[in-house]
């Protein structure tokens, strides 16, 4: 008994020294590389994709990518994070929930940061055709330029607290020009009767995350990236 409690103790110690001596030994710190990817408002690549921040939530780590998009963090413990990419007139997914192991390097490739868009919605009609709201509008620029819409039953309607009912169009794009369509079995697969009214307001969005969605994982709400903060006016009709 007092030779397997003397081992116990022994190997006690030894894990303590190694602690103090070499402290990777048990925290497996490591680093996370990759690059981003800039992409324009209808989705092209864009050169030159360096002053990216990228911070790695609750472990207060960022650091910038250079002019080839490379970046490069050191020193992180195995953990999940969160990572967030910023640069200054551009928009990016969120990365919720990245497990990073350690003791090693972890890569992310090409990770895309979207351009805001240059344009604005300068005016929309809605026509109700049988069982089909059609929508169709112009924008200010003379280029092939994405809309989303926000659709709520009250004119209290933004980015941030539209789009409840989870509709996505389909649509039509033209340089300047816009068009999209609700059927009525959209609508009622959303739980919404026939003739029951809706607000609608419409933000220029960056193609890649049209109809893209994530959940926000403060607020719970469906949010999108890549938009322009200046929305068209609000509209309102009926469901067929």
Known sequence: MKLKISYIFICALYLISCTRDCPTCTLL??????????????GHNIPN????????????????SNEIGYWTIDDISAGTYDIIFEKNGYD???MYGFQFVGGGEAFIPNYSILKLPSFTVTEFEIEVVDEVVFINGNISENIEGYVQPFIDLTNDIS????????????????????????SKNDFMDSGIES??????????????SWNRPYINKLTGQHTYVGINPVPSEIDSFLVP
Do not use: M
Not at 29 to 42: A, M
Not at 160 to 169: F, Q
């Open 195 to 208: 003739g029951t009214k809706c607000y609608i307001i419409l933000f220029p969005i960056n193609r890649y």
């Open 29 to 42: 710190n490591g680093k996370l590389t990759g690059y981003v990817v800039q992409r324009s408002q209808i």
């Open 49 to 64: 994709p360096d002053s990216v921040l990228v911070s790695i939530i609750g472990a207060d780590l960022n650091t910038y």
């Open 159 to 182: 980015q941030h607290t539209g789009n409840l009912l989870e509709l996505y169009p389909s649509g039509y794009v033209n340089p300047g020009y816009f068009s999209f369509r609700y």
């Open 92 to 94: 990016a997914y969120p």
